[in-house]
């Protein structure tokens, strides 16, 4: 018997997974009909992108897993019709984008590269670069894609601390959680890393309390979800230089709209939402692998903990 799994996604996610990902599956040696459109009651699996136009899950009657394209689960996660298991995308690929675009924000900052670089009106002014050892750098959240950012700062030498829910332990990393240890996580941070899933107890975690308890100078950078920051708090922040400099990759409305103040402000660069993207080439084989633990009555691999809300 062949699966049939619904590939749930904007049209453009499809010309990049409709060859790679029947392909993978059947790598795994999974039987199996990738397609667009079907009768619900006779789907197995949805592959699912949050903005795609599916937002019933109820007409899913034989439905054993929905598999998340993104990392994000936050526009789904709450959806009352959705009663099976929800995967989300944790994928090699996706971590590795992130580790890089991240070590690449936050070495610019470190070294003020932008100060540095030598245009024709310029004055020479050489110097003696910061090291990293001598660098405070924060990563708030330390699941997939922090503790493997926090890691990798720790190898560059950065004095590196981490934030998360549940306290842990990461080789080179000061690991803190709870209250206390946010606010001693954002007292030491001259650099921080929003890595957090958006929930209810993450929104507008970064507040104007929060930002004053930062270091005078300090660098804000958000790949994690635009909501985790109190946009009015930043802006003041920064225009206060209390906050020496925001980039930003993720914002409460994307694409951000063009009025809006992040745009213009000398102290705030803006990516648009390109931190880490997930790739299909490694994607497809996250989302082969938990179709064939479905098929193989196996556990899935990456399940959102709905109560948590990630
Ligand atoms: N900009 C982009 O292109 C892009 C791409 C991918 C992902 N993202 C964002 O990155 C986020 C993180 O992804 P991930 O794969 O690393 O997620 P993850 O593995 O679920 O890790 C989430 C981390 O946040 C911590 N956390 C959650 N709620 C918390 C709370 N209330 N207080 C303290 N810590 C809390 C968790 O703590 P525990 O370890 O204790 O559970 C965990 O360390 C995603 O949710 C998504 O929003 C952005």
């Known amino acids: 018997m062949s699966a049939t799994v ?6 453009k996610d499809w ?5 790679v990902l029947p392909a993978t599956l059947a790598g795994v040696g999974v039987a199996a009909e990738v397609v667009t459109e079907a009768d619900p009651a006779e789907v197995d699996y949805i592959i699912f992108a949050p903005s795609s136009a599916l937002k019933d899950f109820k007409p899913f009657t034989r439905v054993k897993a929905v598999l998340n394209l993104w990392a994000g689960v936050e526009m789904v996660v709450g959806n009352p019709t959705l009663r099976v298991p929800l995967a989300r995308m944790v994928d090699p690929g996706l971590t590795e984008g992130m580790v890089e675009w991240c070590v690449g924000h936050v070495m610019r900052h470190h070294l003020d590269l932008d100060r540095d670089i030598c245009r024709t009106d ?4 050489p110097h003696v670069p910061p090291l990293a050892r001598d660098r405070r750098v924060t990563v708030l959240g330390t699941g997939e894609l922090g503790r493997t950012l926090a890691q990798a700062l720790a190898e560059l030498r950065f004095a590196v601390a981490g934030w998360s829910r549940r ?20 007292a030491r941070a001259e650099i921080l890393v929003l890595l957090l899933p958006l929930t209810a107890e993450t929104e507008n975690l970064l507040d104007a309390r929060r930002l004053a308890q930062m270091p005078v100078g300090a660098v804000v950078i958000n790949p ?7 946009d009015a708090a930043l802006l003041a ?8 400099h925001a980039t930003l990759d993720v914002f409460r409305t994307e694409p951000l709209p063009p009025d809006h103040p992040y745009w213009a402000h000398p102290r705030v660069t803006v990516t648009p939402h390109i931190a880490a993207g997930t790739r299909a080439t490694s994607a497809a084989r996250v989302i082969a692998e938990n179709i064939r633990r479905g098929e193989a009555g196996e556990p899935f691999l990456h399940l959102v903990d709905r109560a948590a809300g990630y």
């Open 224 to 230: 994690g979800r635009g909501p985790l920051i109190d």
């Open 122 to 125: 310029t004055v020479w002014a």
């Open 237 to 244: 922040a920064l225009d206060s230089g209390h906050i020496g």
């Open 167 to 186: 306290s842990k332990e990461i080789d080179g990393v000061i690991c803190l959680s709870g209250e206390a240890g946010l606010k001693k996580a954002l």
């Open 15 to 19: 010309e990049d997974y409709r060859e």
């Open 6 to 11: 619904l590939f749930a996604a904007p049209a």
